[in-house]
Every structure is written in C-alpha cells, then in structure tokens.
C-alpha cells in the first residue's frame, strides 16, 4: 500500500469534520499521508464530488486510498462500500458518487458490514468519521477488502446526458462550473475531433456565439470567452481573466450546441 489517503468531501474547512476523520485515521495508521483533494465540493451534490475524484484519483500511486464523503443520505438505508478499481481503492457511500467509474473500469466492490472495523461509537449522522474513515485507515494498513466486508454487484449509479451528434453539429451540457467559473460540458475532445474534423463551427452558450475552438484563454482578448479543451479532455467556455458562469450568466444543465458551418 502506498500510505496514501486522499480526502474529497463537501464538508468545508470552518468546521471540526475534516480534523475528526484525520484524527481517526492517525490513531490507526500513524504514518498515513494525507492529501486533501477538496473540501469544496457544493453541499450534497453528489455529481460534483464524482467529477472531482474521477479527473484526480488514478494519478495517484498504487495502493492510494481514496475516502469521498458527500453523503446526503447519512444514516439512511445506503450502504457504505469500498471499491477496488485498477490499482486504488475507494471508500464512501453507495449513492452514485463513484458513478463516472463504472462506465470505463472494472471494479471489486465491498459493502462495509464488519463493525470491527469502524469506531466503537457510530453517530447516524457521521458515517465519514464513524465507517468511512476508519475502514480508510485499516485498507491503508493493508487489511484486505474480504476482511472489511462482503462482496456487492448492485451500486447506485447515476448518469450525465449523452451529446447528441448529428448532421448539423453535436448538442451537449454544461456538467461542471469550476472555482474560475469555467463551464465544463459534455463535450469531449474525441467526440469533437471525430465528428467534426476541424471544419468551421459556430459554438453557441447562453446568449453567447463563439466562432472556433482555441488553444488557451490567452488567445482572446481579456474579458472575452474562448472554447477550448480544458485539462479533463473536455470542452470549456471561459473568460480570459473572467468568470464565465456569472458573466454569460449560465448554471450547470445549460445547453451547449456547435454548428457546422456550410
């Protein structure tokens, strides 16, 4: 194991949550490291923390331990599960926020059923603390998924719209708005480069018109939004030296289009 946890909650920083699991942790596997992913997730979106742990975790080393707690549905019948997906393990609740793996990768998944492995005391509203951060620390210790559980086929998965592709050009989604107010779609540089060839587009978001994909924000002027393919593989409206989400006034779900031009 690589004595690895990473951490990826929605928990903020103002409060003691993340401090607690640490604590948890230490008192199990002292010579963990830790790596805080983000804290920053939106309260219970779950989507958001799946987007943010599917770009980051597979760059880790082998062994790494991933704990995702973004966990609306704490105390509830939703199991709490552990997965082995190529060579790192995740732990969090069974409620879609490993979705965007299932797709792509094959995976082991456990349901956390051994108490033996969790704290003596289980609050219903602290599962991170109580299940999840314990379990995390034992698999860092290198205790084996058959020891902490036992075997489950059927998990929670949800799932973004696909993009449309036809004649005219490919319709897709803002799925994402990150820290800059960059918007994030759909869109990924394949599906891109596969349908359109690099003919002339138009690119079409909000009430804005863009008229081709750039390299980077600085091939605009400032102030102004550029298309490009952002670091994830997939397409992105933003503002150079701007939020884009707040200035072409665009939530998450907005529709994006690009047109071929004739």
Do not use: C
Not at 45 to 62: E, H, S
Not at 179 to 207: A, W
Not at 224 to 241: D, Y
């Amino acid at each position: 194991m690589s004595q690895i946890i990473t951490l990826t909650t929605d928990f903020g920083t103002q409060d003691y949550y993340v401090s607690a699991m640490k604590a948890v942790m230490l008192g199990i596997a002292p010579d963990v490291r830790f790596v805080d992913v983000s804290h920053e997730i939106p309260p219970q979106d779950i989507m958001a923390g799946a987007w943010v742990i599917r770009n980051t975790a597979f760059l880790y080393p082998p062994g790494t331990v991933h704990l995702v707690v973004v966990d609306p549905g704490v105390g509830t019948s939703r199991n709490p599960i552990a997965l082995k997906i190529k060579d790192q393990y995740f732990v969090g609740p069974d409620n879609g926020i490993f979705s965007l793996f299932f797709n792509e990768f094959k995976y082991e998944a456990w349901k956390l059923n051994n108490p033996e492995f969790w704290q003596k005391a289980v609050s219903n509203t602290f599962h991170g603390r109580d299940v999840f951060a314990p379990v995390s620390a034992h698999l860092s210790n290198g205790v084996s998924l058959k020891e902490i559980g036992e075997p489950i086929e059927d998990l929670v998965t949800y799932h973004w719209a696909v993009p449309i592709a036809d004649k005219d050009g490919l319709q897709g989604w803002v799925l994402h708005i990150d820290r800059f107010g960059n918007l994030v779609t759909n869109l990924t540089k394949d599906l891109i480069e596969d349908h359109l060839k690099k003919k002339s587009v138009k690119i079409y978001v909000g009430n804005t018109m863009l008229n081709k994909i750039v390299n980077t924000f600085g091939d605009v002027e400032e102030g102004e939004p550029a298309a490009f393919i952002g670091s994830s593989g997939n397409l992105e409206i933003g503002i150079n030296k701007g939020n884009a989400a707040r200035m072409l006034s665009v939530d998450k779900g907005a529709q994006i289009s690009i047109v071929l031009q004739k």
